[in-house]
């Protein structure tokens, strides 16, 4: 014999975000219209950016006072405030989102968690799902990006998803009372009405999701790629990626090629410290950073680079013979982690300088040991892949994303080049030579290549492939 | 001073008789203990139930008008010991800390006080740290009332009845000589409602009113052999009966629902709200408690009065006890005083509800249905609830939706504990993995995704001791882990002197943020000494060498280069002995809530104010993402790349970033990639950094 006029109120939020003085507003209000109001939290060490949860019940005034519950219920909450997509999927799936009762209101932006950030490559989820999966299992969902409009009124968020909430109409208390709290509490008074007030004006809809980048075409991707590297290095350049394409086109499907035709242009255009000087000089930057930074008219903006060439990438500017030799050496006195760091003001002229200069050697580019080393190594990937399309083309799409794995500065380009050795060595080169089963070609390069970008660091391409040589062995065995 | 501020819960405090206090659970016992008269306060801060201090704290110009003496104690014992004041004086004392862990700190004070008993009531405030939110082990209080004979208190978790229970746990106290253990769930310390306030009470013996003399020599208030003999005899002689009598008389339980029936259930206090609202769906109560089933509300847990619950079940057929938590004391106690009466009552409790875990509404629902149905017990309303939550289990696994990945707490934003272990995350590199003893404390986030170390937590200021063995068995030096506020709380002693003591060849890693920063930025002995705070400035560093540690060193925990040779030295020193690093690092949280608002304040007055923060270059990113693990800030996260030729999101630094520099230190110390830059935002700039802009752009333009 519930009484159906309680109405319970579930905020889902993350720790730092204000999410207690939003359930603080709330109840202010309702306990100053003559409400029946109980409010409750896990704030914990969950205040720590972690995910956390508020509780509201509000009844009507009179009579003795209800007893009202401390833990929301599956099924029987009234409205989930949430203030981040997963934070809203999340009590989706907990049960507490109902069709026949609850209604959401909700952003639509995306704080990732740390699994999603720490993946090497993309580790997001897909945000088109959460959102179809809170529209779903709620009997209304009014969802807007409230990070955004925050930003935009210069307010934080927990005040815009007061005024999105007030402008249901769901509350028991009008939009003065809540405004009332907010004068109230007494804490930044003007910022919090103001984004109260954009809450309020808030016009919910399909507000965009963050998903992962669609693919481009092929020929799209050729053209990007022609432009990059005749930026990286010349005309020339250039054309010896579309010389290296073009054996391939027709050769391969349609959209293993445009996924050739991106890695090739990546790996053509290898991070070295010249590309590094060159992309740091761009003209637009400093108004980009000065945006982003949100520097006023008027405010003067300092960029500091930070720069720690090792041996590795200083010497390796040194033509081929006397760059190995160079390096070998180093490895022998064990320098290899000596490096040269650098904070290089770039908006100062001296700064500036030494940029040009790093910038200035492209000409000597090609002479380079590095570019010796990358340039075989881009013929040893091509001909792999020429080798295993052969056998198996969905394999050979999967060699040809493995590139991938290579990307990056210093220790990371490094691990880099170890992870794609492992993977060819252990899987690649084994298969080809008929030494593990071919009908698990592809599915080993991907699942090895998957391990590799989720934990780079890690020992997991090690196990992937130990798990495929068992395979191996038990087929023989077999 | 703590992290929140509590002026208005202080104003609070001062409410009369006849007033509404509108507050937290937790602020509701402090004002009840005010309104209860007492003479000390103390206790060790924690969650849930730090703010009963750190309002006090805040209060300090009301407590001395009440004459109430607030102690910051240092640690539990330290808390619990300080009722000793009640022995042997009649002054009325409180305590409070996180429980099961500070009551187990605190257990060798709590024995020797209950031993003699106290003439002054004496309650200690627990949160009982279980459940959904809670950071420690899950054990119960109960265990630690039973065997000190401690009467312990767990009140219906609305404000009147919280209050209540404060005030008649003192009488309680004194009725039976018997120190009170008042314990409050997560939730019930957080509940905010509203209850009447009566005027506070000034003790009749106090910081204000003091006592001429000492107490006279007693020998019988010590806890030492013979008396300890007739103590133990005086506990279940005199003041069990005591205490049952008054929790009778007084009306301390309280009884809901019909006289008869055929079926009851007996509830800890605590945990009513949970069952009404699923009685409620059964048709059995509704929103006002009005109840269909006869129903006893324990808001005393130990004792238990045996005739009350003889009453109470004489005449039904089986009773429910409703019991969160293992082991099952209530129903063993029950099931006792069944037995003794020869009642035959049927039993029931943990056979229809879990023993472990907590009572949320569904296990609660669960329990319950599966009792009334063994007494055919009309309860489809309940059923068809439950079923509703089964079915919607299955839509939602239905739609193959992804798992979600958790969010657990991390560092602050800036935190200067981060850099120490994103240090130790790249020196694993070089010289292998070592056996990371781990604490109580902020730093224990480390132990979560992207740092993802440690091998133990044995308790709050224990990571050192707890390594002693371990340096014997392993061929590389363990490091052990400790906050400040976990080496004033326990470690200095117990690790360090220990240490020292045994020529442990280990190494110790003191975080020295300034704060007893997880439990809410409280001021420890070794915090600045300011205007606002209890901080003495006690060197940490100094401590240790005192104590005869042979190796000190002090780094800046944002140096990560600094933090790493420092560590690799500790680890490979042919020094044999404890080898001690004081890492300084302000907490974040409390240097921004300082900082923020005076350089707002130096701008809006036109001053030169220089604003750092750091910046990824998304056309150098190339999405690896190698940054973010190993340091894993909040501020650093991914964003769509905006090249048309890279697909994975790039690294980006949002706009919370303070500026604190760790991305650029560690894309440094691990040779990450030149991707991140300094801004240094310039806001009302001096004329001579205009003249020096501009010049630099002019020359630049040329080139």
């Known amino acids: ?478 | 001073m703590a992290e929140v501020s509590f002026k208005k819960d202080v104003e609070a405090l001062k409410l009369g008789q006849g007033e509404v206090f509108h507050g937290e659970g937790i602020m509701a016992v402090t004002k009840a203990l005010l309104q209860s008269g007492v003479s000390y306060v103390g206790g060790y801060q924690g969650a849930p139930v730090s703010h009963l201090l750190d309002v006090l704290v805040d209060a300090e110009e009301m407590m001395a008008e009440l004459g109430v003496r607030v102690e910051t104690c240092t640690n539990e014992a330290a808390a619990a010991a300080m009722l000793g004041a009640s022995i042997n004086y009649p002054v009325r004392g409180a305590v409070t800390w996180k429980s099961i862990v500070g009551t187990n700190v605190a257990a060798d004070a709590l024995s020797n006080l209950s031993s003699p008993g106290v003439k002054g009531g004496a309650l200690i405030v627990v949160g009982e740290d279980y459940g959904e939110g809670a950071s420690v082990i899950q054990e119960r209080t109960h265990a630690f009332a039973l065997k000190s004979s401690l009467w312990l208190l767990d009140p219906r978790p609305e404000l009147p009845t919280i209050v209540r229970m404060v005030e008649q746990g003192f009488e309680l106290s004194e009725a039976s000589s018997t120190p009170v253990i008042l314990e409050l769930r997560i939730r019930a310390c957080h509940v905010y409602g509203s209850f009447a306030t009566k005027d506070n009470v000034r003790a009749t013996w106090s910081a204000r009113d003091r006592l001429a003399e000492p107490a006279t020599f007693d020998y019988g208030r010590l806890a030492h052999p013979p008396v300890t003999f007739h103590q133990e005899a005086d506990k279940v002689d005199r003041r069990l009966p005591a205490a049952r009598r008054f929790i009778v008389e007084r009306g301390l339980n309280e009884r809901f629902g019909p006289a008869t029936g055929r079926v009851g259930i007996i509830v800890q206090g605590g945990l009513f709200n949970v069952l009404n609202g699923r009685l409620a769906l059964a048709g059995l109560s509704d929103d006002r408690g009005d109840l269909a089933l006869p129903t006893l509300v324990l808001n005393v847990t130990h004792p238990l009065a045996p005739e009350q619950i003889t009453a109470f079940c004489a005449g039904l057929d089986a009773v429910l006890i409703v019991e969160e938590g293992a082991p099952d004391y209530l129903e063993q106690a029950v099931g006792q005083i069944l037995r003794h009466a020869d009642l035959q009552t049927r039993l029931h409790g943990k056979d229809v509800l879990p023993m472990a875990g907590e009572y949320t509404p569904v296990v609660m629902a669960r329990g319950v249905a599966a009792f009334l149905a063994r007494y055919d017990i009309d309860h489809a309303g309940l059923a068809d609830w439950l079923g509703r939550v089964d079915a919607q289990a299955r839509a939602l696994a239905g739609t193959g939706a992804p798992a979600l990945p958790p969010r657990q707490p991390t560092f602050c934003t800036g935190c200067p504990e981060r850099p120490v272990f994103s240090a130790m995350k790249i020196l694993k590199r070089e010289i292998g993995p070592v056996h990371v003893a781990a604490d109580i404390g902020c730093h224990a986030f480390a132990t979560f995704a992207p740092f993802s170390q440690g091998n133990t937590i044995l308790g709050y200021g224990m990571s050192l001791a707890s390594s002693a063995a371990v340096a014997s068995v392993q061929q590389r030096r363990p490091v052990s882990i400790m906050g400040d506020g976990g080496f004033w709380h326990n470690g200095l002693l117990t690790g360090v002197a220990g240490a020292v003591l045994n020529r442990d060849d280990s190494v110790l890693m003191i975080m020295n943020n300034g704060y007893s920063s997880a439990t809410g930025v409280q001021d420890l002995p070794s915090s600045a000494p300011n205007a606002e705070g209890r901080g003495r400035g006690v060197d940490i560093a100094a401590a240790v060498r005192a104590l005869g540690a042979p190796w000190i060193r002090r780094v800046r925990t944002y140096g990560v280069a600094g933090v790493m040779a420092t560590l690799k030295e500790a680890l490979r020193s042919p020094e044999k002995g404890l080898k001690v690093i004081v890492a300084d690092g302000e907490c974040q949280l409390a240097r921004q809530r300082r900082v923020r608002p005076a350089m707002a304040k130096a701008v809006a007055d036109g001053l030169r104010v220089v604003r750092t923060r750091f910046w990824v270059d998304p056309d150098v990113c190339t999405g690896d993402h190698s940054c973010i693990r190993l340091s894993g800030c909040p501020s650093l996260t991914v964003k769509p790349s905006e090249d048309p030729l890279r697909r994975d999101p790039v690294a980006h630094v949002n706009n919370d970033c303070v500026g604190c520099g760790l991305c650029g230190e560690v894309s440094h110390a691990a040779q990450l990639c030149p991707s991140f830059a300094q801004i240094d935002v310039i806001q009302n700039p001096s004329r001579w950094d205009r003249i020096r802009h501009a010049a630099a752009r002019a020359v630049m333009a040329l080139l």
């Open chain 1, 1 to 478: 014999m519930t009484a159906p006029a309680t109405l319970r109120l579930l905020i889902a939020a993350m720790g730092g975000e204000g999410g207690g003085v939003l359930a603080g507003w709330i109840v202010e209000a309702a306990t100053a219209e003559g409400l029946w109001v109980q409010r409750t939290s896990i704030p914990g060490v969950a205040q720590r950016t972690g995910a956390t949860t508020y509780y509201i019940e509000m009844a009507p005034p009179g009579g003795i006072r209800p007893v009202m519950a401390l833990n929301p219920a599956p099924g029987e909450v009234d409205v989930l405030v949430a203030t981040e997509l997963l934070e809203a999927a999340r009590m989706v799936q907990a049960g507490y989102v109902t069709p026949d009762r609850t209604l959401v209101v909700g952003s639509t932006h995306r704080v990732y968690t740390m699994a999603e950030k720490t993946a090497g490559g993309d580790g997001r989820l897909d945000g088109t799902a959460l959102r179809s999966q809170v529209e779903r299992f709620s009997r209304h969902a009014v969802l807007a990006d409230i990070a955004a409009a925050a930003q935009d009124a210069g307010a934080q968020a927990n005040a815009v998803v007061l005024g999105m909430l007030a402008a249901t109409g769901v509350l028991p208390v009008p939009a003065t009372a809540l405004r009332r709290a907010i004068e109230a509490e007494g804490r930044a008074v003007a910022g919090n009405i103001r984004g109260f007030e954009a809450g309020l004006a808030v016009v919910p809809g399909s507000a965009p999701v963050p998903t992962a980048t669609q693919a481009a075409g092929a020929a799209e991707i050729v053209a990007a790629g022609v432009a990059r590297l005749t930026d990286y290095q010349d005309a020339g350049y250039a054309q010896l990626y579309r010389d290296r394409l073009a054996p391939f086109e027709g050769r391969l499907a349609i959209d293993s090629f445009a996924e050739l035709a991106r890695q090739l242009a990546l790996r053509m255009s290898y991070e070295d410290t010249i590309r590094v000087a060159q992309l740091k000089l761009a003209e637009s930057r400093l108004a980009r950073v000065a945006a982003e930074a949100r520097a006023r008219p008027g405010d003067i903006v300092d960029i500091t680079e930070y720069f720690k060439p090792g041996p590795e990438e200083i010497l390796s500017l040194l033509p081929p013979s006397l760059g190995r030799r160079a390096l070998a050496a180093v490895e022998a006195r064990g320098w290899g982690r000596l490096a040269m760091p650098m904070k290089i003001r770039t908006t100062r002229l001296s700064g500036f300088l030494k940029l040009r200069l790093l910038a200035g050697l492209r000409f000597w580019r090609p002479r380079s040991l590095r570019h010796a080393e990358e340039q075989r190594w881009i013929v040893d990937w091509l001909a792999l892949v020429d080798r295993v399309q052969a056998v198996d083309a969905a394999a050979a799409r999967e060699v040809i994303e493995a590139a991938a794995l290579l990307r990056g500065y210093g220790d990371t380009w490094k691990r880099g080049r170890e992870n794609w050795r492992l993977l060819v060595d252990g899987i690649v080169e084994p298969m080809l030579a008929g030494r593990l089963p071919r009908r698990h070609f592809a599915d080993a390069v991907m699942q090895a290549r998957l391990a590799a970008t989720a934990d780079p660091e890690g020992d997991r391409l090690v196990q992937v492939i130990a798990g495929v040589e068992r395979l191996g062995q038990k087929t023989v065995a077999a």
